[in-house]
């Protein structure tokens, strides 16, 4: 499980950062967050985002739905709490 | 039967009284760590700033309350580990205690900063009521405060110093406070009004380390050293699950406690709530953790009762917000748009700004409201909103449209009430359901 926690971890956070930078750019004149240089932020930066941004949403829901996680149990009764 | 439960938080409480309901013959004993259970912790910030006079007045019961109505509660007892096979926990000081049912609600903790200078004494993680009262203290003598994150509590802690008349210092990597949950136009009245507080905004900066000998001193930064007399850490929260993955429980994508509908783990006769869990968002589908005292606390009464032989279910969820910030209110419900870009959910945005009462009355103040619709099935996908009145109906009201899967269309030409008094002609939220409609 360590695995898919350091993968969900990276890759939301390089996500919102990129997704920052949009709405930054879109709403604030450029002022998006600091993107320190790493070689591992070169690879979600420049790899993992530009991907991960082509395939269509049906894909990524896929994917995310794939990861082990709590949604993969029952979760169809109706609350009653 | 003997149900046990760890952890005295509005999850460990929600499920002492909810097992105690259940079965009301069963021995329930609750463990924590801490001196006391049934505070709220969420109102810290605002004793540090004056809004509430005491600490005392967070403690929702004494203790004595809960002995009376018959809670058997060990304070200040570390439960050290758990064996789901021999169904015992390792307490400390006391040795193994047998349990039938056992309800874990073990919070959460700071993401360690990672940084040089993290273990120096002085650096303050709001979380425990009798650590902020002492923290408190020092408010007095305090000059100059640094938080560091522009999280929640971050924001919230900022504040909180400004109102005491702190010079304030705020620092975050990102382009604006709470850009990883609230979208710039959001924040912009809000980060005015913070600097219209007096607090410096540090953005685009990071921390670097934590200077000092023994207790810090002062701040390092990617722009500079800050020096303060008080330095507040409010990283991301992370669940606190050491007692589970040691006892094999499986853990999900979050690090949260993996459960079902009915909060139970992959262990047998074992169940979790709170922020020690992961649970799934109602659009994605996808387990999210670190949620509000609400949720934690209505996830604890489906563990409690279940674990009492009862029958509860809990929902995915859609996760209405809302914070006071700087000198407005900020809410929403479940993505705002650059989570929703990040995460690249298909979505239309309808934004208006709005008022909260006629605009003849006086008083009246202005609401911004932005939802995200599905282009596909018109339902919405999450809004956010700054305001200073009614955010919070507004996102409780869009939370339950949105389980409901009520259209925009019906948002868009919802009735609504006026009086000058407490509401205005126009619905901001119905504009913006409007705005997004003719986008669609």
Redesign the interface.
């Known amino acids: ?1 360590k695995f ?2 350091w ?2 971890q990276n890759a ?1 956070h390089y ?2 950062e ?3 930078v ?3 750019k879109k ?2 004149a450029g ?4 993107q ?1 240089r790493t070689p591992q932020a070169f690879f979600w930066r420049r790899v993992f985002v530009p991907i ?2 082509l ?1 269509p ?1 049906s894909v ?2 896929m994917i ?2 794939a ?15 | 039967m003997r149900i046990v439960v760890v952890g005295g938080g509005a999850a460990g409480i929600g499920a002492q009284g909810g097992a105690k309901g259940a079965a009301p013959d069963a021995e329930v004993i609750l463990y924590t760590e801490y001196e006391d259970v049934g505070y709220s912790p969420c109102g810290i910030p605002f004793v540090h700033g004056k809004e509430i006079e005491r600490f005392e007045d967070l403690i929702l019961q004494d203790k004595k309350f809960y002995e009376d109505a018959g809670f058997d509660i060990r304070y200040t007892t570390r439960v050290e580990s758990i064996d789901t096979a021999s169904q015992e926990i390792q307490v400390a000081g006391q040795g193994a205690v047998k349990y039938d049912r056992l309800v874990l609600g073990t919070g959460w903790n700071y993401e360690d900063p990672g940084i040089p200078g993290s273990d120096l004494a002085g650096l303050h993680y709001v979380k425990n009521i009798r650590r902020a009262m002492e923290f408190d203290k020092l408010l007095d003598d305090a000059k100059v405060a640094v938080v560091v994150d522009a999280t929640p509590i971050g924001v919230e802690m900022a504040t909180a110093f400004a109102h005491r008349g702190l010079e304030t210092h705020f620092v975050d990597p990102g382009g604006w406070p709470l850009a990883d949950v609230a979208d710039p136009e959001i924040m912009e009245p809000v980060e005015e009004s913070m600097r219209g507080l007096g607090i410096h905004l540090h953005m685009q900066t990071s921390v670097e380390r934590f200077v000092g000998e023994g207790s810090v001193r002062a701040v390092a930064t990617s722009k500079g050293e800050i020096p303060a007399d008080v330095v507040v850490v409010a990283t991301h929260k992370t669940p606190n699950t050491q007692l589970a993955t040691a006892a094999g429980i499986k853990t999900g994508s979050t690090g949260g406690i993996i459960v079902d509908d009915g909060m139970a783990t992959s262990a047998e006769n074992v169940w979790a709530a709170g922020d020690c869990v992961e649970i799934p968002h109602s659009v994605t589908k996808v387990p999210i953790n670190g949620l509000s005292g609400s949720h934690a606390y209505a996830q604890g009464k489906v563990a409690g009762v279940n674990a009492g032989g009862g029958e509860r279910a809990y929902q995915a969820v859609q996760v209405p917000w809302g914070m006071v910030a700087g000198t407005w209110t900020i809410g929403g419900v479940s993505f705002g748009e650059t989570l929703a870009t990040a995460l690249g959910i298909p979505h239309v945005v309808g934004m208006a700004d709005g008022i909260s009462k006629a605009r003849y009355y006086p008083g009246w103040s202005r609401i911004r409201v932005k939802l995200l619709v599905d282009p596909k099935d018109r339902t919405l996908v999450g809004g956010q909103m700054v305001g200073v009145e009614g955010i919070k109906e507004r996102a409780d009201f869009l939370a339950m449209a949105m389980r409901a899967r009520i259209p925009i269309d019906d948002i868009a030409w919802m009735e609504n009430v006026y009086s000058p008094p407490i509401g205005a002609l126009n619905e901001p939220m119905a504009l913006a359901a409007q705005n997004a409609l003719g986008k669609l």
């Open positions: 499980m898919f926690r993968l969900r939301e996500l919102l990129a997704a920052q949009d709405m930054a709403h604030r002022s998006g967050p600091l320190p991960y941004r395939l949403w990524r829901r995310m739905r990861m082990p996680g709590s949604h993969r149990r029952s979760w169809e009764r109706r609350a009653s709490n």
